[in-house]
């Protein structure tokens, strides 16, 4: 029996498990029980288990949920250990108002080809993914595995930077790291770029109290313009980034169409997209940044008076290869550099996180463009993602011979994060036959390569 066969038989239990685990509000954030949390991670073990898994372990860290780290040895001396990630928590379910059937209610789309819940696609699918790669090869596949299934990484825990701590318990040769999908359905796709990001506050003060802007208004100095005129600097008449330093360069691989972004990113009709050059420059090896936040008064409440103060958080996220440190720097600098009419402004750097850029050229990315043709029937293409990935530096680091695949069931119009996330069966299908194919075909090449 073939593979897509093979899995075509399991479909109807691994939707059926789908929508068991979706059903669970494992959401990790602070607020929420944490009982949802556990009874999840207790669900996806009884699945493990019933795939054939012996070796199943509990890794407690402080302050974050359980971590499942489970292994299946290597059937033969030599063979490959490949490293499977995955997540079971969830993101809040947000305005339960926006979504046309409750977000723990797992809820078949119109045409019944797939499945809305909170969670669904991010990243419950590529948890049933890996299950259903198990049970694909009748829980003994053709290499040695190591399953990582964490359930706080939507907020995010010390599991980010544990990896490194512990480099025996993550070795192996590969690792697909499924928290990431397609750029649209159908088109298979490996995301082989993650940018950093770094966060900044800057705030200014000119005044001990607000002064009325009749008597006042004209001589002093009003600190929510000084911050405007500052932020104004960041870009320049185009909307692209203008602090130097900050590396951008072309795009090589593919990327979506003008409509398609419009589209996701619900960009209103005659509203311009900001900055210049390709959108692969824009979104993912160039810098953005972003106001994520303002303290000012508000105008329904505003009073007639000069503002004393007033500060901005910004969000910048940078180029997969720049030094996170540097780039925060380039932006602190350029701002300390500011006095907008004469006024001093107060930069503080916050957290910051580094990129990643996967290397493209050894055995598994040869296997995994196989494994990905077969799977959704169509040449492969390579993206990069705008947003971060913490965990896949620790691991990276942990690891740093390993070759490190993203891809898996999601795809980009799928609503993570959104209200009515889905994901499509049709997806769900292609990726546990990518993911069992590149299983099949990385043990193939390095018995070639040690052969040779």
């Known amino acids: 029996m073939d593979l897509s066969t093979r899995v075509d038989a399991l479909m109807d239990g691994l939707t059926a498990d789908l929508e068991r685990l979706t059903a669970i509000a494992s959401v990790a954030f602070p607020g929420f029980p944490p009982e949802p949390v556990l009874e999840a991670h207790d669900l996806v073990v009884d699945l493990l288990r019933g795939a054939g898994v012996t070796r199943i372990d509990r890794l407690d860290l402080p302050g974050t949920a359980p971590v499942i780290v489970a292994e299946t040895p290597p059937p033969t001396p030599g063979a490959p250990t490949v490293l499977l990630y995955g997540h079971y928590d969830v993101q809040p379910p947000g305005d339960e108002s926006l979504w046309r059937s409750p977000p723990f209610e797992p809820t078949l789309l119109d045409d019944g080809g797939g499945l809305r819940a909170r969670g669904v696609a991010d990243d419950k699918a590529n948890v049933i993914v890996h299950l259903g790669v198990l049970r694909a ?57 993650l940018r950093g990001a770094a966060e900044v506050v800057v705030e200014v003060r000119t005044l001990a109290e607000p002064r009325h802007s009749g008597e006042f208004g004209g001589a002093a100095p009003d600190a929510l313009l000084a911050l405007l005129g500052a932020l104004s600097t960041l870009h320049d008449a185009h909307g692209d980034v203008a602090v130097e330093g900050l590396r951008r360069e072309e795009w090589t691989g593919t ?123 169509a040449e492969p293409a390579y993206i990069a993602s705008g947003g971060s990935i913490p965990l896949v530096n620790g691991l990276a680091k942990a690891v740093p011979g390993a070759e490190v695949l993203l891809f898996g069931a999601q795809d980009n119009m799928c609503n993570l994060h959104a209200p009515n996330e889905r994901v499509l069966f049709s997806e769900l299908r292609s990726a546990v036959i990518a993911e069992a194919a590149f299983l099949r075909e990385f043990a193939a090449g390095h018995r070639a390569g040690g052969a040779a």
């Open 255 to 377: 990327t979506f169409t003008e409509e398609e972004f419009r589209s996701l990113a619900g960009v209103l009709d005659g509203v311009p997209l900001t900055g210049s050059g390709s959108l692969g420059e824009r979104l993912w090896s160039g810098p953005a940044i972003t106001v994520v936040g303002i303290d000012a008064p508000s105008v329904d409440h505003a009073a007639s008076a000069v503002v004393p103060y007033a500060r901005a958080k910004l969000n910048l996220r940078f180029h997969p290869l720049q030094d996170p440190r540097e780039a925060r720097g380039l932006l602190v600098t350029h701002l300390e550099a500011l006095r907008p009419f004469g006024i001093p402004l107060t930069v503080t750097a916050g957290d910051t996180g580094p990129g990643f850029e996967a290397r493209t050229d050894g055995p598994a990315y040869r296997a995994a463009l196989t494994a990905l043709r077969e799977g959704w029937g």
């Open 137 to 193: 090869f009748g829980g003994v596949p053709p290499v040695g595995l190591k399953i990582v299934l964490e359930g706080q990484e939507e907020y995010g825990s010390a599991f980010d930077e544990y990896p490194p701590t512990d480099p025996d318990r993550f070795a192996c040769d590969a690792m697909v790291i499924a928290d990431l999908g397609n750029i649209r359905p159908g088109s298979p796709t490996l995301t082989t770029g």
